[in-house]
DNA sequence: TTCTTGTTGTTGCAATTGCAACATTTATAT
DNA sequence: ATATAAATGTTGCAATTGCAACAACAAGAA
């Protein structure tokens, strides 16, 4: 069940759609999909299939930002999808639910689904604040070190422990710290010979005191 | 009038404030606030005064993020206040009130007022979003040259012009996109040298086509 | 198995950057 | 008006980084 209509089920589920005037469209594999919908500002959840955001950088190439599976959200303009560089697209089959953001906001309705509707996606909102922020911290620091100290920090926090474990690949977190991959290894082998972290394949235990 | 209040006078007010179990606290001026709620997930309305986020880097060093006036909008987790490096102070004698963001998600009043103010709420939260989406764009950027450029292009396009006005000082600039004052000066004039830009105060032309 | 694709570790080198320091100018407060 | 604080421009230099290239390895598909 996807996140946004937790609580709103059956009959409920069915006037919220036709207040909120979604549309539930269907996609073939390697669609294109929102081309036309980029300045507009969308919410979509995805039903089922699989999607991918991909974005055109200034050098021509293709960087593929985000798979998405079932019960992803995604969306346009409130959702960094803010322009002609990028492109989203199908990767199989694919059924979407798309509300315009302004119908939610303009609705005057005030039932029980929508108010539910309203708290659900207020939820997913102030967390997605709540990732951006986080990212934002560790971007802002100036050297890679830092950059790794600062995210081991967060992830010790949110574990509550010394030892974390990376969600996804080296090649993946250099992307989300915005650095290059090979100096971000660098980094990471100086910050094991100088005894600050103990890695081994994805997890890492903090060795030092201040974290 | 504070945003989030948009459209909520009078008795509907005080009904939604008694509801939300909102608190509304008065500080002394230079009074810390907050300090014992940083693990709470509170939003607060600045309604009269003046407040000043600090941040203590791990240098020990005080750096202002942000100083916030009159109907300002700030708060806990949710807002980027995650943890303790983080210090919020009142600048002058300051009228503020205090809303736990799980009031907000659990309640079930479901009345005109509190739909109002979940839109209200959510509104800003998508704005939220949306900004920070714009600068992590910039932050991934890996030069600060196309960190500059990143900034312009959104500048450009949210005036719809190729002339834009920076909203604020080059020393906040070099804040906000996280590069050295100095380097981003330098590469300002590299970029005014090989005549891509034009500057005169905070008035910047640019002279490229593809922005 | 074999092929293909993606991840990881490593290194030299050139380019970019942060840092420190200083002079000027501009803004703000008294 | 004068003093104080903040913003800007500039530069040398050392440190950090991105980039390119390659080898080794792992995972998954055919």
Same mark, same amino acid.
């Given at each position: 069940m996807n996140e946004l209509l937790y609580n709103i089920t059956g009959r409920n589920l069915e006037k919220l759609m036709l207040y909120l005037e979604a549309n539930s469209l269907f996609f073939k594999k390697n669609t294109a999909i929102l081309s036309n919908l980029l300045d507009e500002n969308v919410i979509c959840l995805l039903i089922s299939g699989k999607v991918q955001i991909i974005k055109n950088d200034f050098n021509g190439n293709q960087v593929i930002m985000e798979i998405l599976e079932k019960n992803a959200i995604f969306g346009t303009t409130i959702f960094g999808i803010n322009n002609s560089d990028y492109e989203i697209k199908t990767l199989e089959d694919s059924k979407i639910v798309i509300i315009d953001f302004n119908n939610i906001i303009s609705n &005057?309705?005030? &039932?029980v689904y929508t108010d539910q509707f309203l708290k659900n996606l207020l939820k997913f909102t102030a967390h997605k604040i709540k990732e951006n922020n986080e990212r934002i911290e560790i971007l802002t620091c100036k050297t890679i070190r830092n950059k790794l100290l600062a995210y081991f920090k967060q992830m010790a926090k949110s574990s509550n422990s010394r030892v974390i474990y990376l969600p996804y690949s080296l090649t993946r977190l250099a992307d989300y710290l915005a650095v290059d991959r090979s100096a971000m290894s660098r980094e990471l082998k100086n910050l094991k010979d100088e005894g600050f972290i103990e890695i081994k394949d994805k997890k890492i235990k903090l060795k030092y005191n201040d974290y």
């Amino acid at each position: 069940m996807n996140e946004l209509l937790y609580n709103i089920t059956g009959r409920n589920l069915e006037k919220l759609m036709l207040y909120l005037e979604a549309n539930s469209l269907f996609f073939k594999k390697n669609t294109a999909i929102l081309s036309n919908l980029l300045d507009e500002n969308v919410i979509c959840l995805l039903i089922s299939g699989k999607v991918q955001i991909i974005k055109n950088d200034f050098n021509g190439n293709q960087v593929i930002m985000e798979i998405l599976e079932k019960n992803a959200i995604f969306g346009t303009t409130i959702f960094g999808i803010n322009n002609s560089d990028y492109e989203i697209k199908t990767l199989e089959d694919s059924k979407i639910v798309i509300i315009d953001f302004n119908n939610i906001i303009s609705n &005057t309705a005030n &039932t029980v689904y929508t108010d539910q509707f309203l708290k659900n996606l207020l939820k997913f909102t102030a967390h997605k604040i709540k990732e951006n922020n986080e990212r934002i911290e560790i971007l802002t620091c100036k050297t890679i070190r830092n950059k790794l100290l600062a995210y081991f920090k967060q992830m010790a926090k949110s574990s509550n422990s010394r030892v974390i474990y990376l969600p996804y690949s080296l090649t993946r977190l250099a992307d989300y710290l915005a650095v290059d991959r090979s100096a971000m290894s660098r980094e990471l082998k100086n910050l094991k010979d100088e005894g600050f972290i103990e890695i081994k394949d994805k997890k890492i235990k903090l060795k030092y005191n201040d974290y």
